[in-house]
C-alpha cells in the first residue's frame, strides 16, 4: 500500500491511469458501455503508435507512454462509434493534435476533446453517451477523482473548482428560477460524464490559462458555454463543446492575465545537458521555462510534486 | 414464434417519436378505457402548434409497431445427436396521459391564460394555451373539468418558464359519433424544435404507483438512447425452459419487473433496436412505406422511388417510472449506433427419436445439464424460485445427476 502511495506520489500520471483504467473496466463490465475490448485495444495501440511515430518525427528525447495512454483510456470512456477505422483515426487526430496545434508552447486544445470533437465534427459517425454512467457508481466515482487531487495534490485543481462551482451555480439557479423541485438540478448533478470531465478533462494543466486568475476565468466561461448549449440550445455533451470552443480564446485570457507556464518535475525528465534548448516548441511537454510572465507572478505553478495531466 | 406486446400491461401509454435533425412527429396512443366525455389530455409542447400540424392517426400504426419491435422467443430443434433446422415463434409489452376532463375565452383572459388556437381534429376538441401563470393555468383547467391532480401547478410553472405552450384536447361527442369511432384515435403532433424530449413529470403528479412507457423512436441515423437516464439492454439471448411456450407473456412481466429492481428502478430498457428494412426472427411483417409516413416519417418521399430501401432505424425503450426515480422528463439523444439488438429468448426442443447410439449417451447427459442451466438463467432473470421452475419444467432430482464427480467414477 505504501509503495503504491510512494509510486502515485511520484508520478500522478500513474495514479490517473490506474483510476481510468479502473473506470474503463467497470463501465465495460458493469454497466455496458458500448465497447468492445478489440475496439478499446485499438484506442490504446493507436495513440501510442501515434505518440511514438511523432516523437521520432519530431526528434523528441524520449518515447513517453504515459501521456498518449491517458488520453486513449479517456477516448475508450467517451468516444463511441461502430466503425474501427474512424476509432483509430480519432486516436490519431488526439495524439497529432498536441504536436501540431500549438501556440506559444503549449497544445491548444486539450488532447481527447478535440479528439472527440473532431470526430463528431468530421463523421457524423460519432457519439457520446452522457447517460450511461447512471447515478449508482456516483459516490465511489466522486472519491476516484478527489483521491487524484488528494494524492497528486495538482497544482491546477483550481480551474476544476472554478467550473464545478460555476455549473453547480448555474444548474441550482436555473432550478429555482423555474420553481423545480431540488430533486432535478441534484440528478442532473449525480453525473459521472460530469464528474469525469471536471476531474480529467478541463483540469488539464497543459492547456489552460497560465495565471490562476485566468484559469477561474476559464473555468466559469466553461461552465456558462456548457449550461447555454444544454439548456438554451438543448444540445447535449455542453461541457465537452464549451470547453473546445473555449480553448480558442486561452491564448487571449493568457495575453490579458499572464502567468507562470505549468511544466513537469523537469529535473526528472530531462537528460543531463541542455536537449531541450534546441527543441524549441515542438517538444509536447515543454520544460519549466520562465514564461513571459510581465506582471507579478500569480502562483507558484510546480508546488510540492505537481506532475499532473489531464485528459 | 410467440410475442409480448404491450397490451400485458394495463396502465401503459405508448408513443410514437419520429425524429430528424430538429423535426419531431410525436404519436400519442392511450389506452383509455371510460366513458368518451371524461376523457381529456394536457401534453406540454415546445412550440405552438397551427391546426396542419394536428393530426389524428390509426392506433393500428402503433399495434404494428408494437407487434414487430415487442420481445420473442425464438424456438429451435435439436438435431439428430445420431447423426439442423430452425422454427421460431413470438409473445408482446403504452405513453402518458394525463386524464382530465371541460372551457371560455373571456374567463381565460381575466386569468393569464391565453387560448391561442381552437382546432377540432377529427372526434377531439384541441386548444392550444399559454399561460403566465401556473396557478391561473391550473385555476381554469380545474373551471373547464379538467381533473387536475394537486401539485400540477408547481410542474406547469416550470413548463411556462420554458416558454412550452399546452396542447389540450378532449373528445367532442357529436363528431365521434358522427365518425363512428367506438375507440380514441391517437393524436399526433408535428413540430421543429431542437428539444427532444418527452414531458412525463405532469403524468407524474398524483400518479397511484409506477407507470409504464413505451417509446418507438424512428430516426434516420442510429438507436436512441436518454442522455439523462441510463439506457440499459434488457437480458437477451438466453435459452429458457420449454414450458415458458405456454407462459410468455407472464415471463416477460417477471423479467422486467426484476431488471427494474436491479436497476433500483432508475434506468429506461432497450428492447429493440433495428433497421426498418428487415428483422430476423420477425415477430410481424416490417412496416410499409404508408405505414411509417401515416407515423409521419417524413423524409421518406425525398428518398428512393417506392419499394426502394427505407431509411428508418427503430428504437423501442420501455422505462416503469415514478416521481421519485425519474425527477427529470425524458431527454433523448440520437446517436450513430446501428447495431441491431432484440430482446429475444430461446427454446430449444430436445431430439425426441431415437438416440440409442453412443453420441446418444453423451447427448442425453448435456441435455440433463442443459435443463438445469435453463432452470437457474430463468430464476435469476425472473427472481422466480429455483425449485418452482424446477417443479414446472418437470425437472426432478433424478433427472440430474448430483452425485459427486468421484461418486460417479466406479459407479
Redesign the interface.
Known sequence: MNTLRKLFSRDPRLYQIATLAGLLLYGMIW??F?ITPLQAALLIGAALATQFALTRLFRLPSFDPRSPTISALSLCLLL???SHGIAAAAAFVTIASKFLLRWNGKHLFNPTNFGIVAAMLA?????V????????AFLAFLFACAGGLVVHRAARSDVTFAFLASYLFLIFARSM?????L??P???LESGALLLFSFFMISDPKTTPDSRAGRILFGALVATGAAFIQFR????NGPIWSLALFSLLVPVIDLALPGRRYAWNVTRLLPKGDSHASLGNLDPDPPLRPSRARGPRVLRVLRGQGRYEAL | MAKADTKLYNRASQVALVRDADRTVLTMANDFQGDPKEFAVVVPVPTFLTKEQIHVGDKSRIDHLDAYSSPRLVEYFDPDPCQAMRQSLMVRGEAPVLKMSGDSANRAKSLGVTIEARYTVGEYDILILSAKESSALETWLKENGYRIPAGASAVLAGYIKTGMRFFVAKVDLKEQARLGFSYLRPIQVAYESPKFMLPIRLGMVNANGPQELFVYALTRKGRVETTNYRTVKLPSNMDVPLYLREEFAGFYRAMFSQQVRQERMQAVFLEYAWDMNWCDPCAAAPLSREELRDLGVFWLEEGASAGGASPVFLTRLHLRYDNAHFPEDLVFQETADRTNFQARYVLRHAFDGDTSCGAGAEYRRTLAERREQEATTLARLTGWRASEVRRKMGLTNASIDERKWYERIWK
Do not use: K, M, Y
Not at chain 1, 440550445?233 to 447535449?236: D, E, G, H, S, V
Open positions: 454497466l455496458g458500448d463511441r462509434t461502430n463523421t457524423g459517425s460519432v457519439w453517451s452522457p447517460g450511461q454512467w447512471g447515478n449508482a428560477n423555474l420553481g423545480e423541485p430533486a432535478i441534484l440528478h442532473r440550445l438543448f444540445r447535449t
